[in-house]
């Protein structure tokens, strides 16, 4: 299965700064996600990181708060824009390899203060 | 789209003992169904899975069992020990590229 590293694993940040996450793939895959886990709770999607093009994302998450880039098939950023501390979670970078199984990263922990 | 209902939200259980976490669905065309399991500071790991086209499937301690005519899927640990404390979810994937999470199940098994 794939390896994925994600970087920071966590942060502590200020009201209204920006935090990009990185992820990194051992392996080319096609499909990257990045979820994300608010403290207690379970894995939301918030877009499908597309190698290429616009990610697309899910219904309650926008490009201009969570922009993503995907320039090659091993890595790809999520960043978090104008943070409050309502964004405070765990962000998961996650991709799915042979016989459509996903695999997540560790996540990155962050805390808005 | 696709509803998943995990239960139960909390559970405990001794050392030794058995620990059953059952999951329901919605979609019938679900046919993936796989179980994470997530320890404190850390990544939801895959630890088993099933496809629509078997009923039961065993790794071990663990296993799972699913009846697609009921709509539900569950997980069985036997013999647990303190290291399978953690957080467990269930998924289920219609498409293969989308997958449904439940809520979680936190066990911890107690020494």
């Known amino acids: 299965s794939a390896v994925i590293s994600q970087k920071p694993s966590r942060d502590i940040c200020q009201r209204g700064t920006s935090l990009t996450i990185q992820c990194q793939v051992d392996?080319?895959?096609?499909?990257m996600f990045w979820y994300r886990q608010q403290p207690g709770q379970s894995l939301t999607l918030i877009a499908t990181?597309?190698?290429?093009?616009?990610?697309?994302?899910e219904s309650g998450f926008v490009i201009d708060k969570f922009p993503i880039s995907r320039p090659n098939l091993t890595f790809s950023t999520l960043t978090v824009s104008n943070m409050s501390p309502e964004d405070s979670s765990i962000y998961l970078c996650?991709?799915?390899?042979?016989?459509?199984?996903?695999?997540f990263g560790a996540g990155s922990r962050l805390t808005v203060l | 789209g696709e509803n998943v209902e995990q239960h139960p939200s909390t559970l405990s259980v001794q050392e030794g003992d058995s620990a059953v976490i059952k999951c329901t669905y919605s979609?019938?065309?679900?046919?993936?169904f796989p179980w994470y399991k997530q320890e404190l500071g850390k990544g939801p790991q895959l630890i088993i899975d099933?496809?629509?086209?078997?009923g039961e499937k065993k790794d071990q301690r663990i296993a799972v069992t699913l009846n697609k005519t009921a709509k539900h899927f569950s997980l069985h640990i036997t013999e647990t020990q303190p290291e399978d404390s953690a957080v467990y979810f269930c998924?289920?994937?219609?498409?293969?590229?989308?997958?449904?999470f439940g809520t979680g199940t936190s066990l911890t098994v107690i020494p």
């Open positions: 996650s991709v799915l390899t042979g016989a459509n199984v996903l695999t």
């Open positions: 392996s080319q895959v096609t499909m």
């Open positions: 990181a597309n190698q290429g093009s616009e990610a697309t994302y």
């Open positions: 979609d019938s065309a679900s046919n993936y």
């Open positions: 099933i496809r629509s086209n078997v």
């Open positions: 998924a289920a994937s219609p498409t293969g590229n989308q997958f449904y």
